[in-house]
């Protein structure tokens, strides 16, 4: 990708009125007057994009708002596109007013037309027309919430449902922090600190070698139930890998993870989830809420009662 350089792409003068016409399209100028939307057109300078041209890179200062006028533009975040905008939207307005770096890369993907506007003539023209202010913090609400919906997607796993690996390491480090706070304060719970429960499915390979991957996927769906099943609603359930899950249990201690893991195997037993019968391996490590070890740490000691738990199952 190339940065888009306005004196090498070239500006492209146009009548002061056909910019202020313009601008009257995009939503969060609508309801501004005409010698709003001109003085505004006559503080902007129009800008084309080629495709792969980048408007806005992520950590660069925000000293401008690109207005897309014609085309498409890609919002990229940590190499994963979050967002799409099209005519009518705004390119690098949420640095304006927080003053803070760019928090994301948007990058053409289609020739596109664009009027810039400097900060200080955007944020003026906010600041005077409170209309304009209350359409623009309605276009980054939705763009909040879009972002919300594919980040909440991307912390999934596909196929049963439940938090995949990725987030599971947020969701540890969001609970040994909080579980180091109430420590150090003197809070009751920290009297249960945070438990981490790892199961794997015995002989998970014989089940996908004799019934199919079908089958075998319907026995992971069926896990993910179970575990999410057996825990509070407080606990947090996420696909390791394969055929391994791994439930976080806030404020449970040894003695709660013992009790769920005692239910996890009692639903087995007498429940017979899923299409075929099979048996499951379960183990604990309980976080020092004082000194929480590294996430990698809590899930091998987990995983190594595991597997002593399914060396007393075989």
Same mark, same amino acid.
């Given at each position: 990708?190339?940065?888009?350089?306005?004196?090498?792409?070239?500006?492209?003068?146009?009548?002061?009125?056909?910019?202020?016409?313009?601008?009257? =399209?995009?939503?969060?100028?609508?309801?501004?007057?005409?010698?709003?939307?001109?003085?505004?057109?006559?503080? =902007?300078?129009?800008?084309?994009?080629?495709?792969?041209?980048?408007?806005?890179?992520?950590?660069?200062?925000?000293?401008?708002?690109?207005?897309?006028?014609?085309?498409?533009?890609?919002?990229?975040?940590?190499?994963?596109?979050? =967002? *799409?905008?099209?005519?009518?939207?705004?390119?690098?307005?949420?640095?304006?007013?927080?003053?803070?770096?760019?928090?994301?890369?948007?990058?053409?993907?289609?020739?596109?037309?664009?009027?810039?506007?400097?900060?200080?003539?955007?944020?003026?023209?906010?600041?005077?027309? *409170?209309?304009?202010?209350?359409?623009?913090?309605?276009?980054?609400?939705?763009?909040?919430?879009?972002?919300?919906?594919?980040?909440?997607?991307?912390?999934?796993?596909?196929?049963?449902?439940?938090?995949?690996?990725?987030?599971?390491?947020?969701?540890?480090?969001?609970?040994?922090?909080?579980?180091?706070?109430?420590?150090?304060?003197?809070?009751?719970?920290?009297?249960?600190?945070?438990?981490?429960?790892?199961?794997?499915?015995?002989?998970?390979?014989?089940?996908?070698?004799?019934?199919?991957?079908?089958?075998?996927?319907?026995?992971?769906?069926?896990?993910?139930?179970?575990?999410?099943?057996?825990?509070?609603?407080?606990?947090?359930?996420?696909?390791?890998?394969?055929?391994?899950?791994?439930?976080?249990?806030?404020?449970?201690?040894?003695?709660?993870?013992?009790?769920?893991?005692?239910?996890?195997?009692?639903?087995?037993?007498?429940?017979?989830?899923?299409?075929?019968?099979?048996?499951? =391996?379960?183990?604990?490590?309980?976080?020092?809420?004082?000194?929480?070890?590294?996430?990698?740490?809590?899930?091998?000691?987990?995983?190594?009662?595991?597997?002593?738990?399914?060396?007393?199952?075989?």
């Amino acid at each position: 990708m190339v940065v888009a350089d306005a004196a090498a792409i070239g500006d492209i003068t146009a009548p002061l009125a056909l910019d202020a016409a313009l601008l009257a =399209s995009v939503p969060i100028f609508q309801n501004l007057s005409p010698q709003e939307l001109e003085q505004l057109a006559g503080a =902007s300078r129009r800008v084309v994009f080629q495709p792969g041209d980048v408007l806005v890179r992520k950590g660069e200062l925000g000293e401008g708002v690109y207005i897309i006028l014609e085309g498409r533009v890609e919002v990229l975040a940590n190499e994963a596109v979050v =967002s *799409w905008l099209i005519a009518g939207d705004t390119v690098g307005d949420m640095s304006l007013f927080d003053g803070r770096p760019r928090s994301a890369t948007c990058v053409a993907l289609a020739p596109t037309t664009c009027l810039r506007l400097d900060r200080d003539a955007f944020l003026s023209a906010a600041q005077r027309n *409170w209309s304009m202010t209350l359409r623009l913090f309605s276009v980054l609400a939705g763009r909040i919430r879009q972002a919300d919906e594919l980040l909440a997607d991307h912390a999934r796993d596909p196929l049963t449902g439940v938090n995949n690996r990725r987030a599971l390491l947020d969701l540890y480090q969001r609970e040994a922090n909080r579980t180091q706070r109430a420590a150090r304060q003197g809070s009751d719970h920290a009297l249960n600190p945070l438990a981490v429960v790892f199961c794997d499915v015995d002989r998970f390979k014989s089940i996908n070698d004799t019934y199919g991957h079908h089958v075998g996927d319907q026995v992971l769906i069926a896990v993910a139930q179970l575990l999410t099943q057996a825990g509070r609603t407080t606990d947090f359930v996420a696909r390791y890998g394969g055929d391994e899950f791994v439930m976080l249990l806030p404020d449970a201690g040894q003695t709660g993870a013992d009790a769920v893991m005692r239910r996890i195997k009692d639903l087995v037993e007498t429940n017979r989830p899923g299409p075929v019968p099979f048996t499951i =391996s379960l183990g604990a490590a309980v976080v020092d809420p004082l000194n929480p070890p590294p996430y990698e740490e809590v899930i091998a000691a987990a995983d190594a009662e595991m597997y002593r738990d399914k060396a007393r199952t075989r």
